[in-house]
């Protein structure tokens, strides 16, 4: 391949292939040559302010420590100026005295294994008062005699015990066996009093309508004491004697309250009876029969 040369005013000369691939090599040599020119001066810019900067931070950081050490100067001197006033004649205050310090609770032993001591109070008190007072034991209780006087046998004094129930218990007898029956009776009656008022209620205890199985080992009945004066003192609301019922039984049937509560009762129980007597028969067939 022959290349063409332009030689001005359109006299042109053949140019081999290899001078053309001199040219070439020229052209791009000198273009290698050009940037490699541009980019050393580039980094020796960037060098140059690299190095302005360094010496820039490092002249701000030797100024900051700097005013940091006359600051710290200037401190020490503050403190060193400070006075301290002391008077002569000033008293040493007394020191305290606790007296004597009670024992530690816990007492750890040297090791691990050792074991741990835990301090009671009360023990190293009486301790203490046993110690400081030395009396003689309280001689024992005589033996209780029998009316014959004998002592009574292990069988008797067990019986005895079970006679009461104890001081906590304010002592409370046991009533024989003998008068069970009789304070059944008045126990029951007791525990009908929910029926003199309709308008009082009471728990229904354990025992009730057992009889004699239903009564506390240990129990007493009391007994309300009367007095002239039933309501407090000598005044005009007294009750003259004509006034006043012979019995409780009485006042309750004389009040108008307890009269209509007593008829309404006793109508109840007529009305009951009445359904299991005569000419009931159609009555409790109309009832069994269905409404349609």
Not at 231 to 240: D, M, V
Request: hydrophobic share 30%; aromatic share 4%.
């Amino acid at each position: 391949m022959v290349a063409v040369a332009d030689k001005g005013k359109g006299k042109q000369k053949a140019v081999e292939p290899q001078d053309v691939n001199q040219l070439q090599l020229l052209s791009s040599s000198d273009s290698e040559s050009a940037s490699s020119s541009s980019s050393s001066s580039d980094s020796e810019s960037d060098d140059s302010d690299s190095d302005n900067e360094i010496e820039t931070t490092k002249s701000y950081l030797d100024s900051l420590i700097e005013n940091a050490k006359q600051a710290a100067l200037a401190k020490e001197a503050e403190v060193g100026e400070e006075d301290i006033l002391t008077l002569e004649s000033e008293r040493q205050l007394p020191l305290l005295d606790p007296g004597l310090k009670p024992g530690p609770y816990l007492e750890f032993g040297n090791t691990r294994q050792d074991p741990t001591k835990k301090l009671d109070p009360d023990a190293a008190l009486a301790e203490k008062d046993a110690g400081s007072l030395a009396l003689p034991h309280a001689p024992p209780a005589p033996p209780e005699l029998t009316k014959s006087g004998k002592p009574l046998t292990k069988k008797e004094r067990k019986a005895l015990k079970h006679l009461t129930a104890g001081p906590d218990w304010f002592d409370l007898p046991a009533p024989p066996e003998s008068d069970l029956p009789r304070l059944a009776r008045e126990v029951e009656a007791l525990r009908l009093r929910n029926q003199l008022d309709p308008k009082r209620f009471y728990k229904k205890e354990e025992g009730e309508g057992k009889g004699v199985k239903g009564l506390p080992k240990y129990f007493a009945i009391g007994k309300i004491v009367t007095t002239d004066t039933p309501f407090g003192g000598p005044t005009s609301e007294n009750l003259t004697r004509g006034e006043r019922k012979r019995t409780l039984v009485d006042e309750l049937v004389d009040d108008a309250e307890a009269k209509r509560y007593a008829k309404r009762k006793f109508e109840d129980l007529q009305s009951v009876r009445g359904a299991r007597g005569r000419d009931t028969l159609r009555a409790k067939q109309a009832l069994r029969r269905g409404k349609w």
